[in-house]
């Protein structure tokens, strides 16, 4: 029996010490007084919970019980449906985690060769989602750029493939990362079709 409480003893210390990283990288953006305002009035909020994120994944902390915790926190808030702003709050924390992951890794040159469309794709992976729509217009050839939709149609799927590839089956990593691809895909074919009429 003692091998048993031990193990359930470090199973709940797991689960606070994701709740605690969870609420660390909040801190900058919860006010326990009022509601949760989303977007942050000081924009300089955002880059403190970003820099703490990084800290955090840098220490190893943002594992598979991290994600978890925020997953069923949002799952929680989109039940309730009376926290928007923690509900977007709890999907930035996933955008910036995907950004900082999906970073890491380039395919943008391949020996001396510079790969354009992985290129474009790796500086939208890094962006904040709210400048993905100017990018996107700036970028492709049906807006100002030079990348075929198509082009980055199929950059979006092999990095999808190779994350499908690197990350652990059914793992919160492996949903977390294929969710913000598939989010920038979707981004792109909206533009697309709104910019075609």
Same mark, same amino acid.
């Given at each position: ?18 709740? &605690?990283? =969870? ?24 880059? =403190? ?30 039940? &309730? ?35 354009? &469309? ?76 709104? =910019?075609?009429?």
């Amino acid at each position: 029996m003692n091998l048993v409480d031990r193990l359930v003893d470090k199973t709940n210390e797991k689960i606070e010490s994701a709740t &605690d990283v =969870l609420k660390a990288i909040l801190k900058p953006v919860v006010d326990e007084v009022e509601e949760i305002p989303w977007p942050p009035r000081d924009p300089e909020t955002l880059k =403190l919970m970003e820099k703490e994120l990084k800290q955090r994944e840098q220490e190893g902390h943002l594992d598979e019980g991290f994600l978890s915790e925020v997953t069923a926190q949002l799952r929680q808030a989109k039940e &309730d449906g009376d926290k928007p702003g923690l509900e977007a709050m709890l999907q930035k924390v996933l955008q910036l985690y995907a950004s900082r992951i999906l970073s890491k890794r380039s395919y943008s040159t391949k020996g001396n060769e510079v790969l354009r &469309d992985e290129q474009f794709l790796e500086t939208i992976i890094k962006a904040p989602e709210g400048e993905w729509n100017k990018m996107l217009i700036d970028g492709m050839t049906v807006g100002k750029g030079e990348i075929s939709p198509e082009e980055l149609d199929n950059v979006i799927k092999k990095r999808i493939e190779r994350t499908l590839i690197r990350t652990e089956a059914g793992s919160y990593q492996q949903r977390v990362l294929v969710e913000y691809l598939k989010g920038i895909q979707s981004r792109s074919d909206e533009i697309v079709q709104l =910019l075609q009429g």
